[in-house]
C-alpha cells in the first residue's frame, strides 16, 4: 500500500451531503476485473452530461462544465471536502480506486459511511472526520471563492488550512499502517500461530461450522 | 456482565484485540460473487499466497449474470456482453484454481448470494459472515454477525479467514405493535429507514427486536436485516428462537443428528441479555401502520402510501429540493399520482418464495396496466424460481402480464441488460433508490413486492391493502 505521512494540496468542495459510492463510480465499470481504470469515471453521471460506459474515452465525453471537479481552478486538486456521510451504500471498494487513481489523498468530512472508510484505509487514501463546524468553515471558505490549501499530517493528526488548525482522530493500527505503508495481510499472517490456536479450539467449540471442510 | 446478542456473536470470534481496539475477528463464513473477487483473487497470486481455510467460502454468480431466460440457456458463452462474461468466466477460473466450492450459472443452487446462502444453510446462527457486497447484513436475520467488505478485506479473509475491526455499538430497535393485513416487512423497515436516517445507525450493529419482529417469517426478517444498511449498520441481527430453528433444520449444509443437537443447544443463547445495555435505542410502533414508498434518492425519503412528497424545509431541505428535481415530482404531491414506466419484483430484499406468492396473490386474475412498458419478476434463486413454477405462481405472473426471468441480482443494480431508460420511473422492491441506480437518470420507488405488483396492474401507486 502507498504510505500516507505529509500531504499539502488543494481542496475541492463537493456541495452534497449523503453521498454514496453508486455516486462516486456507477455500476457499469464495476464489470472490469482490474483495480485500475476507474479515474476517467469517478462522478461519472455528474462529470459528463452522456451516459457513460467501458471503453468510452474522456474524449469521447460530453463534459458537464458546471460540477465542480470540471471548474479549470480546480484541476489537479488532490484533498476532497465533502459533506456528512460520505461514501454511503455499496461496498465497491472501485470508488476508492476511483477517488485514488483520480489524484485525491484524502477526503475530509464531518462523517463517512464504515464501509467506505474501511475501503480507503486500505488504498493509502486517508479519510479525515472533522467536526461539523470545521467542515462547515472549510466550505465557506472554498465556496466563497478562496483557494483552499490543506497540510495534512498523519504522524501528528492535523489539518492545517490558512490561519486554523484541526485536529483529528485516527486508531493506532491504522495510522501505523498508512504511515509505514503496511502489508496488512502480511501483519495478520504474522499471526499466523494466534489464528491457527484459535481455530482449534473454536472447532471444538462449534464443530457444526466446520461441516465442509474435508 | 449482562452482553448483547452482537457482543455474544463478537466475543466468540476474538482472535486478539490490541490496546487500540482494533481485532483480529474469525470468519466462519465467505461468501463470494463475480464483481467484487476478482482483484482479492489477484492480489493473492501477486503476493504468492494461498486461501487459508478452502472450505470457509462459497461463491455464486449473481450480479452480472443475464436473467433472460433464453440468454441463460447456454451458460456463459451466452452472455453477449464481453467484459461481463470475462467476469463471469473469472469466477469459475478462480474457483476452480482455487478449490472453491461454487454453484456455477448452471447450477440450480445459483442465486443472489444473499438469497442462496441461508437458503443452504451455509448461514447458521451465531455465525461470522462476510461478502464484498454491502447487504450481507441480509444474514443477521439468522443472528449472525454478518457484514459487507470491500475487496482488500475479501483478500483478507481469503488469506487469513480472519477480519481487521474494531467493534461497533449496539444499537436496539424495538418495534412494538403488530403489522396489519397487507403489510408486510418491506413496509417495515422502510418506514425504520425513514425514523433512523441514511446515516442514522452509522457505527453501530443494530439488533431488531420487539413483537413485530418475532411474528415475521425468517424470510421477512432477511428483508429487514438486508437493508440495515440503508440506514448506515454494517450489520443487523434478530435473535434466534423457534422459527430460526424451523427453517434452518434440514438445509442440506446445516448440521443434523447429535450435532443438531449440540448446534441448537448454543444457538439457544443467541439472544440479548435482558439486562444487556445498549448504546443507542429507537422504539417504534407500527400498529396501522400503512404500506411505505420511497419518493426520493436516498432510501430514508420514504412516506406512507396515501402521504404526498414532502415541502423542501428544514435541514434537509437542500436534499429534498434536489431530489424532487431529479425524481421529477412536486412538493405536495400525492404518491399514488405517480405513474410507472417499468415494476421491478426481485433482488436480495424481496425475491424469495414469499415475495413471489404476494405478487402472485395481487396478480392473479388481472392484468399489468398497458401504460407499463414492463414489469418483471426475477426470483433470487434456481430454488426460488423452480419452486415458484410448481406452485403455480410463475403462470399467474406471466397470465397477468408480467415477465418471468432466470434468477440474479437483474434491475437492483442494473448491471446486467435490466435497466431503466432516462426519466423512467420505476415501482422496485429492491434496496436502494440512488441517482442512477436502476440505469442512467431513471427513477426508483422502493417499494414492497405486494405494493409493486399492485402498481403494476394500476399504473400508477395505489393502496396494495385493496389487492390482497
Same mark, same amino acid.
Given at each position: !500500500? ?39 469515471? &469517478? @462522478? ?9 460506459? !467501458?471503453?468510452?474515452?474522456?474524449n ?8 465542480? &471537479? ?15 456521510? @460520505?461514501?454511503?451504500?455499496? #461496498? ?6 476511483? &477517488? ?7 477526503v ?30 472549510? @466550505?465557506?471558505?472554498a465556496?466563497a ?14 489539518? #492545517? ?20 505503508? &503496511? ?32 | 456482565? /449482562?452482553?448483547t ?12 484485540e490490541?490496546?487500540d481496539? %482494533? ?8 461468501l ?17 499466497r494461498?486461501?487459508? =481455510? ?21 451458460? +456463459? ?5 464481453? +467484459?461481463?462474461?470475462t ?8 474457483? =476452480? ?14 442465486? +443472489? ?38 475487496? %482488500? ?8 479467514q ?13 418495534? %412494538? $405493535?403488530?403489522?396489519?393485513? $397487507? ?19 452509522? $457505527? ?5 427486536m420487539?413483537?413485530?419482529i ?23 441481527? *434478530? /435473535? ?7 427453517? *434452518? ?34 422504539s ?16 430514508e ?40 414506466? =417499468? ?16 405478487a ?20 433470487g ?34 448491471m ?38 399492485? /402498481? ?13
Amino acid at each position: !500500500m502507498t504510505p500516507f505521512t505529509t500531504h499539502t494540496g488543494l481542496a475541492v468542495p463537493l456541495d452534497r451531503a449523503n453521498v454514496d459510492t453508486d455516486q462516486i463510480i456507477p455500476k457499469q465499470f464495476l464489470k472490469s476485473i482490474r483495480r485500475t481504470g476507474f479515474g476517467d469515471n &469517478l @462522478f461519472d453521471a455528474w462529470r459528463y452530461h452522456d451516459e457513460g460506459d !467501458m471503453g468510452k474515452t474522456p474524449n469521447d465525453r460530453e463534459i458537464n462544465s458546471d460540477f465542480i &471537479l470540471n471548474v479549470p481552478r480546480y484541476q489537479g486538486a488532490s484533498v476532497l471536502l465533502a459533506r456528512e456521510n @460520505f461514501g454511503c451504500g455499496s #461496498s465497491r471498494e472501485h470508488a476508492v480506486w476511483a &477517488l485514488s487513481e483520480f489524484g485525491f489523498r484524502c477526503v475530509i468530512a464531518p462523517s463517512f459511511a464504515d464501509i467506505f472508510s474501511n475501503n480507503c484505509f486500505k488504498n493509502g487514501v486517508l479519510p479525515i472526520v472533522l467536526a461539523e463546524a470545521e467542515v462547515v468553515a472549510l @466550505f465557506d471558505r472554498a465556496l466563497a471563492g478562496e483557494d483552499v490549501q490543506v497540510a495534512v499530517d498523519l504522524a501528528a493528526q492535523t489539518v #492545517s488550512s490558512g490561519d486554523a488548525v484541526y485536529g483529528f482522530d485516527i486508531t493506532e493500527q491504522r495510522k501505523h499502517s498508512l504511515l509505514n505503508g &503496511l502489508d496488512e495481510i502480511g501483519a495478520t499472517l504474522a499471526q499466523a500461530e494466534s489464528i491457527k490456536t484459535f481455530e482449534g479450539s473454536y472447532k471444538q467449540r462449534r464443530p457444526w461450522t466446520f461441516l465442509r471442510d474435508v | 456482565m /449482562a452482553q448483547t446478542l452482537y457482543d455474544k456473536i463478537w466475543q466468540d470470534h476474538l482472535v486478539t484485540e490490541q490496546e487500540d481496539g %482494533s481485532a483480529l475477528l474469525y470468519i466462519d463464513q465467505q461468501l463470494l460473487h463475480e464483481v467484487t473477487s476478482p482483484q482479492a483473487f489477484e492480489g493473492l497470486r501477486l503476493a504468492d499466497r494461498s486461501v487459508w =481455510r478452502i472450505a470457509g467460502n462459497l461463491a455464486t454468480p449473481d450480479h452480472n449474470v443475464p436473467t433472460d431466460p433464453k440468454e441463460r440457456e447456454t451458460g +456463459i458463452a451466452g452472455i453477449t456482453d464481453l +467484459i461481463a462474461r470475462t467476469q463471469v468466466s473469472t469466477l469459475d477460473d478462480n474457483c =476452480r484454481a482455487f478449490n472453491i466450492e461454487q454453484y456455477d450459472i448452471h447450477d440450480k443452487r445459483q442465486g +443472489i448470494v444473499h438469497v442462496m446462502g441461508p437458503e443452504q444453510g451455509a448461514t447458521l446462527p451465531g455465525m461470522t459472515i462476510v461478502c464484498g457486497d454491502s447487504h450481507t447484513s441480509t444474514h443477521g436475520a439468522f443472528a449472525a454477525l454478518a457484514q459487507g467488505i470491500g475487496t %482488500s478485506e475479501v483478500e483478507h479473509v481469503l488469506a487469513s479467514q480472519c477480519l481487521l475491526q474494531r467493534k461497533t455499538k449496539n444499537l436496539a430497535v424495538r418495534i %412494538s $405493535g403488530e403489522l396489519g393485513h $397487507g403489510v408486510y416487512a418491506k413496509d417495515l423497515v422502510l418506514k425504520i429507514i425513514g425514523e433512523l436516517g441514511t446515516a442514522g445507525a452509522t $457505527g453501530h450493529t443494530i439488533e431488531f427486536m420487539g413483537e413485530a419482529i418475532r411474528n415475521l417469517s425468517m424470510e421477512g426478517r432477511m428483508t429487514v436485516c438486508n437493508m440495515a444498511i440503508e440506514a448506515g449498520a454494517r450489520a443487523g441481527l *434478530v /435473535a434466534f428462537d423457534d422459527v430460526t430453528a424451523a427453517y *434452518v433444520k434440514g438445509r442440506p449444509l446445516a448440521p443434523s443428528g447429535e450435532l443438531w443437537d449440540q448446534a441448537l443447544a448454543y444457538w439457544r443463547t443467541l439472544h440479548s441479555d435482558a439486562d444487556a445495555v445498549f448504546d443507542t435505542q429507537h422504539s417504534i410502533d407500527v400498529t396501522n401502520m400503512a404500506p411505505q414508498v420511497s419518493w426520493g434518492t436516498s432510501p430514508e425519503m420514504v412516506v406512507a402510501i396515501d402521504g404526498v412528497v414532502p415541502e423542501p424545509v428544514g435541514a434537509k431541505e437542500e436534499g429534498i429540493r434536489n431530489a424532487c428535481t431529479y425524481m421529477d415530482l412536486q412538493p405536495g404531491q400525492k404518491m399514488t399520482s405517480i405513474e410507472l414506466d =417499468r415494476i421491478f419484483i426481485g433482488s436480495c430484499t424481496n425475491a424469495r418464495i414469499e415475495d413471489i406468492r404476494v405478487a402472485a396473490q395481487v396478480a392473479k386474475g388481472r392484468k399489468v396496466a398497458s401504460s407499463i412498458t414492463q414489469a418483471m419478476v426475477v426470483p433470487g434463486s434456481g430454488l426460488v424460481k423452480a419452486q415458484a413454477e410448481e406452485e403455480g405462481l410463475a403462470q399467474i405472473l406471466v397470465d397477468a402480464g408480467f415477465e418471468w426471468r432466470a434468477p440474479g441480482c437483474s434491475m437492483c443494480l442494473a448491471m446486467n441488460a435490466d435497466k431503466l431508460q432516462p426519466g423512467e420511473h420505476c415501482a422496485s422492491t429492491s434496496n436502494r433508490n440512488f441517482e442512477g441506480r436502476q440505469g442512467h437518470n431513471g427513477r426508483t420507488h422502493l417499494v414492497s413486492p405486494a405494493t409493486a405488483a399492485a /402498481a403494476a396492474i394500476a399504473g400508477h401507486f395505489v393502496d396494495s391493502r385493496e389487492f390482497v
